[in-house]
């Protein structure tokens, strides 16, 4: 009988074997997160029919407007995860802070940090959002949970992807060994793996900035963004400008077309000169995906999965994508 495809679950159990020390937390771990993301796929879906979209009159620790879809995804993923049995704490882009799984309920030794809506000016418009993670594990031998748990290089995630809510919504994540992309099935409800071993291509043909902050560059981000739009650089012709204003869709776009999405350091508060995008739940999940698809991530200087973070909710300037597009734009920014 003609199958519908390997399922996630399948591609989870399966990879679960192959792994003699596996005992099942990170598939657990996977299907309590993809049960989530169902449920915010599903809300986001008919947004436009009920009263969620709009301003919540709450402001987040990032000094931003809270929109009602956020506060959805936000509390779904704090509530169901923190009852997977898995985790001893989350970050969450909307959090000031750590959010430990509480004593009356179980434990494990898995950290998830996530951005659970990203995208979110986007929402009332009808354009594609997403939900970041990053799995990590604590490695410290106390027996509670504090903020330098989480303060780690992204080199030391086990797991990082997106949900990405578009035309179809599709689950993209590594475990480090190479990227599989799936889409959602709706008749079934199911994952199904649409993108096996995703491979980006070595240089792109887009480059995504928001150019509107030209005025608030430093030299070397102006010569390095001039750089794809001259018909001298190494393609030979000025790369297509695409940007949505939504990292998840346009990191994937680039992911599979190929291409360089960028979101500098500016000086909109000349005090501090720093990027827009998050470290820990935006910058190195997509990090860690892209460079396992072929590609590369840095701050215009070092490798972003090198970096460790000070403060949770640390931003960092970003540079992602095509490898050689990335590596020409860090060559660009030193120089
Ligand atoms: P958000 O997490 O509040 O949605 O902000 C992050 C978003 C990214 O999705 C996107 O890449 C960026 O902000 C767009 O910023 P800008 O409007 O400054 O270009
Ligand atoms: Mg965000």
Redesign the pocket.
């Known amino acids: 009988m003609e199958g519908i495809g390997i399922t996630v679950t399948e591609h989870l159990l399966i990879h679960q074997k192959e792994s003699p020390m596996a005992t099942g937390r990170f598939t657990r771990l996977m299907g309590e997160l993809i049960f989530s993301a169902k449920i915010i796929a599903r809300e986001v879906r008919k947004a436009g029919l009920v009263d969620i979209l709009g301003l919540t009159g709450e402001v ?1 620790v ?1 000094g ?1 407007a809270v929109r009602k879809l ?1 506060d959805y995804a936000n509390n779904i993923l704090i509530y169901r995860m923190q009852r997977a049995g898995v985790l001893c704490a989350m970050a969450s ?1 909307e959090n000031a802070d750590i959010i430990e799984v509480p004593d009356n309920l179980p434990k494990d030794e898995y950290l998830l940090i996530f ?1 659970p ?6 929402i009332d418009a009808n354009v594609n ?2 939900t970041i993670f990053s799995i990590r594990k604590k490695t410290s031998d106390r027996p509670y949970v504090t903020l330098e748990d989480f303060l780690h290089k992204g080199t030391e995630q086990v797991a990082a992807g997106y949900f990405l809510y578009g035309s179809s919504t599709m689950l993209v994540y590594t475990t480090g060994n190479g990227v599989n992309g799936f889409t959602l099935d709706p008749s079934v409800g199911e994952f199904l793996l649409s993108h096996p071993d995703i491979k980006t291509p070595e240089r792109g043909k887009i480059y995504s ?2 150019e ?2 030209t005025c608030y560059w430093d030299e070397a981000t102006r010569r390095t963004v001039e750089y794809f739009k001259s018909p001298e650089n190494d393609l030979g012709k000025p790369y297509s400008s695409r ?9 994937h776009r680039n992911l599979i077309y190929g291409g360089i ?1 960028m ?1 500098p350091a500016d000086k909109r508060d000349p005090a501090k000169p720093r990027g ?3 470290l820990l739940c ?1 910058a190195a999940p997509l990090a860690f995906v892209v460079e396992q698809a072929g590609g590369a991530a840095t701050d215009g200087k070092t490798r972003i999965l090198d970096l460790k973070p000070e403060r949770l909710h640390e931003r960092v300037p970003l540079f992602i994508g095509s490898r050689k597009d990335v590596e020409k734009a860090t060559e660009l920014m030193s120089s």
């Open positions: 987040n990032q931003e956020d882009e951005d809506l990203d995208g979110s000016s986007n959002i997403g900035v928001n509107a902050y940007y949505i204003g939504s990292l998840v869709a346009d990191f999405f979101y827009k995008l998050r935006e």
